[in-house]
């Protein structure tokens, strides 16, 4: 992995460590809220929204609040998709799950503290940046666009839902764009917007990292086919009855996808010029990944 | 009910019913977000927002988005409080709760999708009305407190994971004063922010409110105790197990502390002079109610 990616994951996990640590939460809550927002992850989304951010000429520091904002979306997601209701898993990033370790009710509260505490983080990066051209409300929708019932939420039901046997590339598509790519793309954009872009430079981040989002999916669908789950850190071989991109495609049609993917990421933040370039090094960075 | 009362709950009751025909969501999420929306209930958190708002001269067309967004927290927190691994209820308003009607999946799914929109509406009233005192992120924060970890989560995880027969007095506040108290505190504060209320204004409304939420739920005890589900609508001697106000100082005791908290209620709004009318007015309208 490269040093700019390195260093602003460990930028956003000293913010996560840190968030921790301040949560003013009573006595039962507190080690679910610990684990739940420090257990280790590759931090992609918080990355991603500093990387569009800085690159648009935003400082780094702050950022942080936001970046931190959409990791803790991401923790709420994931603990929420571990449910016995929903994909029952066991293992998450190497561990138990956070409803195998402390309770199904624990893990439901501490999801949806963080959601919502995620809200006051990009209030606190938009205060401190205070972009004239986006107003927080803007900001707000945009957090709320990419989570709510026609986000991660829609592609999470539709996918609990669908019958893998009728399914279609459309309706994975439709699954995946929403329970991974409308978080990755909302995480550009709030970057972005803080940052102050333009309306053409949102559009061409939002492009970038919607097939961004679509090809880190893709992966890991290869890796959980390819893999072991001491690899990986959580179960593998989950996705057997389900329709995923390899089973459509096979691996080698899901790693070409995957190329033609980040290809047109990159082709879409063209117009960026040089300020593309770190983020053109973390598509490349994406889609070399192992894990 | 006074006509005060109903002509504000119809009002945001036809927010609600539009909300849910516009959720642009899945086919498979339509179903339980309506039923989640639009499932009758007595929208004290809406009202409240709006009369405190309209008392302090905020035009109450433009606090319906606030005041649906509180009755969509409140319906998600009591999709969640419903849950088998929380209070495992099978009656909710005299129909099958969420998680026993469409899953424990959807529920939870739909329990979140509230939570996130209510963002997006306090956003929309706020740009409604400008208040110039208090930008939005400072109406988010107090949102995101009363709802967050110390706030009806930490009530609610307080509330399932200590021993009833440990629970004093105090605990026993903790635990309402965030559960219920906290949600209708920011309902009254955000209606009070987002008509411009000076803080000595918030800070009454604040008392007020946190005062009327306490003996709100002491009369859902006492209700419980005496009550038949067909008047409620809902399980009783549910908390027959638990330590509740009704326990801890008997029928008469906890109809007495009601009194007393809904005229300290009363006491905090006198320095808004004939403003606190109908704030009183609702004061007395929930201390009187049989349901």
């Keep these: 992995m490269d040093k700019h990616f390195l260093i602003r994951r460990e930028l956003v996990n000293a913010r996560l460590v840190k968030l921790a640590a ?12 610990e684990k739940a927002i420090t257990s280790p992850g590759k931090r992609v989304r918080g990355v991603l929204t500093m990387t569009v951010g800085e690159a648009l000429g935003a400082r780094g520091d702050k950022l942080l609040d936001a ?59 938009h205060a401190a ?12 929708d ?42 990755f793309v909302a995480s550009a954009a709030v970057g972005a917007m803080l940052a102050g872009a333009s309306d053409a430079m949102l559009g ?30 959580k179960d593998v071989g989950k996705d057997e009855g389900k329709l995923t991109f390899v089973r459509l495609a096979g691996v080698d049609g899901a790693r070409q996808l995957n190329r033609e993917l980040i290809d047109t990421s990159i082709r879409a933040i063209a117009p960026l010029g040089s300020a593309a370039e770190p983020l053109r090094a973390l598509a490349t960075m994406l889609r070399d990944r192992t894990s």
């Design 22 to 33: 301040e949560a003013s939460a009573p006595h039962v809550l507190r080690a679910p809220l």
């Design 67 to 125: 970046a931190a904002a959409f990791e803790l979306i991401h923790a709420s997601s994931l603990i929420l998709d571990d449910l016995p209701s929903m994909d029952d898993a066991e293992l998450r990033r190497g561990e138990p799950t956070l409803h195998r370790a402390f309770g199904e009710d624990l893990a439901i509260l501490a999801a949806v503290a963080l959601l919502n505490q995620s809200y006051t983080l990009v209030a606190a990066s």
């Design 129 to 140: 940046l205070k972009p004239r051209r986006w107003p927080l409300a803007a900001v707000i």
């Design 142 to 183: 945009r957090v709320v666009r990419a989570v709510g019932w026609d986000g991660t939420i829609a592609g999470e039901a539709v996918d609990l839902h669908c019958e893998a046997e009728t399914l279609d590339f459309h309706t994975l598509e439709y699954i995946h764009s929403r329970k991974t790519g409308a978080l």
């Design 204 to 233: 061409s981040v939002e492009a970038y990292a919607k097939n961004l989002g679509l090809a880190f999916q893709i992966t890991d669908d290869i890796l959980d086919a390819t893999s072991s789950p001491d690899v990986l850190g």
